[in-house]
């Protein structure tokens, strides 16, 4: 039982490239979020997914796009990466039922745009 | 509109103090939940608790207490003879239980450091 799951752990990547981050888990929940962390701000929701074939946006949806690509995998794509974007990545689920129940977390993606 | 406020941005102690880590937060919705994690050096976020609004119980799990106030608007946390593993920045966090636009949306306070020294 291995819980949150993402790759990659560290990405470096030059403005205007694009990168898929993705993020698994393996406790059958329903619910997946995805947060970036910066500096003195916490943690800023981006998307998340509240059940399977879902997305809603969160506080800072700009600049991604989401996939639930099923119950188990969602994933975060940045089309054409700015240095804003410079950040630590993570990953959430909570389950089984609503969203209210407590967020388990990945191990983050360090990414950097250069 | 919701919003979680954690006045210390730092907190420094030596080991066997106790500190408290304040919370206090703003929603317009009647039942919510509010957690506390937290995020040791290595970086992982770990759940520490989860309060409903409707219970206003205080909970302690060993050397860790939370106070909830509803009628303040908070959701204090206490550490008993702090340790130097206890050395982690600490997270209070607030979502809707029902429906409406803040549905599924967990808002994180900024964080308070804890330094604790031997």
């Known amino acids: 039982n291995a819980g949150v799951t993402q790759t990659p752990k560290f990405q470096v990547l030059k403005t205007g490239q694009s990168m898929t981050l993705q993020c698994a888990q393996d406790m059958n929940h329903n619910s997946m979020y995805w947060y970036r962390q910066d500096p003195g701000m916490g943690l800023r929701l981006i998307y998340y997914s509240a059940s399977e074939g879902t997305t809603d946006k969160g506080e800072v949806p700009n600049g991604y796009n989401v996939s639930r690509l099923n119950k188990r995998e969602f994933s975060l794509r940045l089309e054409s990466a700015a240095p804003s974007q410079t950040s630590v990545y993570f990953c959430?689920?909570?389950?089984?039922?609503?969203?209210?129940?407590?967020?388990?977390f990945g191990p983050g993606t360090r990414l950097t745009v250069t | 509109a919701q919003k979680v406020t954690q006045a210390q941005t730092e907190i420094s102690v030596v080991e066997k103090e106790d500190v408290t880590l304040d919370c206090v937060y703003e929603?317009?919705?009647?039942?919510?939940?509010l957690f506390w994690y937290k995020q040791p050096p290595s970086g992982e976020l770990v759940f520490l608790i989860r309060?409903?609004?409707?219970?206003?119980q205080n909970e302690i799990s060993g050397r860790y207490s939370w106070n909830f106030q509803k009628s303040t608007s908070s959701f204090n946390f206490t550490i008993t003879a702090s340790q130097v593993v206890d050395s982690a920045v600490y997270f209070c966090?607030?979502?809707?239980?029902?429906?409406?636009?803040?549905?599924?949306?967990?808002?994180f306070g900024q964080g308070t450091i804890l330094t604790v020294h031997p």
């Open positions: 966090a607030l979502i809707p239980a029902r429906g409406g636009t803040s549905y599924g949306k967990l808002t």
């Open positions: 959430a689920s909570s389950g089984p039922g609503t969203v209210s129940y407590e967020q388990y």
């Open positions: 309060r409903n609004s409707f219970d206003e």
């Open positions: 929603t317009r919705d009647t039942t919510y939940y």
